[in-house]
């Protein structure tokens, strides 16, 4: 198939651009490369070395004999959005390409801005890219959990049917979204939604859970190849930020009392998600979500979890509970539904200790890399600034 890969110089995009391009797939990354800039911004960058586009890509050429095309430019300026899906027509569009830190979001005003213009106006330009000139195009999207927020109910795949005065509908699943990042996710897929319901496109909404985990197959195979590797108080994430702090003698910070639940996925996993999407596309008019984690776990359970195997490897970890710098629930229910992708035959792989031992060497390893004053968290939800 024909893959434009938005955002592929990034950490989800980076994987699934390489793994589609090993499946034989004609792949196109279009990326403006700004996840580089915010690193300059913010005083942080990758646990792991990582190296330029070019590249990136020349090593693979060379490894594998296989061509991955670029675009370079902002997907929220609209001429740049329309000529690289003009100019490549994609069967299917993966979007990556959007400000995906909840932290960096609720900064100030700017930041929530920025990151809502950029996810919702980048979105909106594909929408009317793809409409206009691949109207066929599957538009794979990347949306996120935190969409649902923690409901005392089951969450479902996207929709509930809901029996109301005596009718009944089956209507997209209520959104609780916790920062303005998630917010966008939220005004993304009622959107994205609009689109296929008023021009016939067909897409696919992947709410992903945490990704966790850095190098996959093709990732792994040289140096120059490697991903991207998120720790501080920002980008990082919580498993693989977990890690980095027990790695580097540093406290494992737990917002709160650390039953926040939540979906988690390997990064191995993630690329192949979306590849069962791409093989398997919705009808046209059809908005179609997928819950796109494998297992859940409470932020304690992970610390605890990162705690054990630095221990086995001799490290003295410590786990604190800090303050809790976001509005959240600390203790909730939380269940909610994955089945759709495992029926297309994801077989995941599984959160074990091998893979929080492998994760916690790579951050020993790249240690000096470390800037630990970007480990606590700087941003606090509860006061706003305008900024
Ligand atoms: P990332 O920041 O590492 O990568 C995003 C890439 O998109 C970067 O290379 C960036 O330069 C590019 N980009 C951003 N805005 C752009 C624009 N306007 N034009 C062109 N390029 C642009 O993020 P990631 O972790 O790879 O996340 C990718 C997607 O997956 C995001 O949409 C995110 O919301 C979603 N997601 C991520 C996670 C996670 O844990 N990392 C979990 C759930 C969902
Ligand atoms: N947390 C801690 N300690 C830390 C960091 C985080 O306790 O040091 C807690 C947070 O308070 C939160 C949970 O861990 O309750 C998850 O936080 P996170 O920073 O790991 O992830 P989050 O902000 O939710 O965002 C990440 C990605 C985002 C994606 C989302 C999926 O950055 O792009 O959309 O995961 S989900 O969480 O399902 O919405």
Same mark, same amino acid.
């Given at each position: 198939?024909?893959?434009?890969?938005?955002?592929?110089?990034?950490?989800?995009?980076?994987?699934?651009?390489?793994?589609?391009?090993? /499946?034989?797939?004609?792949?196109?990354?279009? +990326?403006?490369?700004?996840?580089?800039?915010?690193?300059?911004?913010?005083?942080?960058?990758?646990?792991?070395?990582?190296? +330029?586009?070019?590249?990136?890509?020349?090593?693979?050429?060379?490894?594998?004999?296989?061509?991955? /095309?670029?675009?370079?430019?902002?997907?929220?300026?609209?001429?740049?959005?329309?000529?690289?899906?003009?100019?490549?027509?994609?069967?299917?569009?993966?979007?990556?390409?959007?400000?995906?830190?909840?932290?960096?979001?609720?900064?100030?005003?700017?930041?929530?801005?920025?990151?809502?213009?950029?996810?919702?106006?980048?979105?909106?330009?594909?929408?009317?890219?793809?409409?206009?000139?691949?109207?066929?195009?599957?538009?794979?999207?990347?949306?996120?959990?935190?969409?649902?927020?923690?409901?005392?109910?089951?969450?479902?795949?996207?929709?509930?049917?809901?029996?109301?005065?005596?009718?009944?509908?089956?209507?997209?699943?209520?959104? /609780?979204?916790?920062?303005?990042?998630?917010?966008?996710?939220?005004?993304?897929?009622?959107?994205?939604?609009?689109?296929?319901?008023?021009?016939?496109?067909?897409?696919?909404?992947?709410?992903?859970?945490?990704?966790?985990?850095?190098?996959?197959?093709?990732?792994?195979?040289?140096?120059?190849?490697?991903?991207?590797?998120?720790?501080?108080?920002?980008?990082?994430?919580?498993?693989?930020?977990?890690?980095?702090?027990?790695?580097?003698? +540093?406290?494992?910070?737990?917002?709160?009392?650390?039953?926040?639940?939540?979906?988690?996925?390997?990064?191995?996993?993630?690329?192949?998600?979306?590849?069962?999407?791409?093989?398997?596309?919705?009808?046209?008019?059809?908005?179609?979500?997928?819950?796109?984690?494998?297992?859940?776990?409470?932020?304690?359970?992970?610390?605890?979890?990162?705690?054990?195997?630095?221990?086995?490897?001799?490290?003295?970890?410590?786990?604190?509970?800090?303050?809790?710098?976001?509005?959240?629930?600390?203790?909730?229910?939380?269940?909610?539904?994955?089945?759709?992708?495992?029926?297309?035959?994801?077989?995941?792989?599984?959160?074990?200790?091998?893979?929080?031992?492998?994760?916690?060497?790579?951050?020993?390893?790249?240690?000096?890399?470390?800037?630990?004053?970007?480990?606590?968290? /700087?941003?606090?939800?509860?006061?706003?600034?305008?900024?």
């Amino acid at each position: 198939m024909r893959i434009l890969v938005a955002g592929g110089d990034g950490f989800c995009g980076w994987p699934t651009a390489l793994y589609l391009s090993a /499946q034989g797939h004609e792949v196109l990354v279009a +990326d403006d490369f700004s996840r580089r800039r915010w690193d300059a911004e913010l005083g942080t960058e990758s646990l792991t070395r990582i190296s +330029d586009l070019d590249a990136r890509i020349s090593r693979w050429r060379e490894l594998t004999g296989r061509e991955i /095309q670029t675009a370079v430019g902002d997907l929220a300026e609209g001429r740049f959005a329309y000529e690289v899906v003009d100019g490549f027509k994609p069967e299917a569009l993966v979007h990556f390409a959007e400000q995906r830190s909840a932290p960096y979001s609720m900064i100030d005003r700017s930041h929530a801005v920025f990151t809502q213009v950029n996810n919702v106006v980048g979105t909106l330009n594909l929408l009317f890219a793809i409409g206009e000139i691949s109207p066929d195009c599957h538009l794979i999207k990347l949306g996120t959990m935190g969409e649902y927020g923690t409901p005392n109910i089951d969450i479902e795949e996207g929709y509930i049917t809901i029996e109301h005065k005596g009718r009944t509908d089956t209507l997209p699943y209520p959104k /609780q979204p916790g920062s303005f990042y998630h917010l966008s996710k939220v005004h993304d897929s009622h959107n994205i939604m609009f689109a296929c319901r008023t021009w016939g496109l067909k897409a696919t909404d992947l709410n992903q859970g945490v990704v966790y985990n850095v190098e996959t197959t093709e990732t792994a195979l040289d140096p120059i190849l490697a991903n991207r590797y998120d720790y501080d108080g920002i980008f990082g994430t919580a498993l693989n930020r977990f890690c980095a702090q027990a790695a580097n003698g +540093d406290a494992i910070t737990v917002y709160g009392q650390g039953g926040q639940t939540r979906g988690f996925i390997d990064i191995r996993d993630t690329v192949r998600c979306i590849e069962l999407a791409a093989h398997n596309p919705p009808e046209s008019g059809e908005f179609r979500v997928f819950n796109q984690f494998t297992e859940q776990w409470s932020i304690l359970g992970l610390a605890r979890l990162v705690e054990k195997a630095a221990r086995s490897l001799e490290m003295e970890p410590e786990l604190v509970h800090l303050d809790n710098p976001r509005v959240e629930k600390e203790t909730h229910y939380y269940n909610a539904a994955n089945t759709r992708l495992m029926d297309l035959g994801l077989k995941p792989h599984l959160l074990d200790e091998e893979t929080v031992e492998r994760l916690l060497l790579t951050a020993m390893e790249n240690r000096d890399r470390i800037h630990t004053e970007t480990f606590l968290p /700087q941003v606090n939800w509860r006061r706003p600034h305008y900024g």
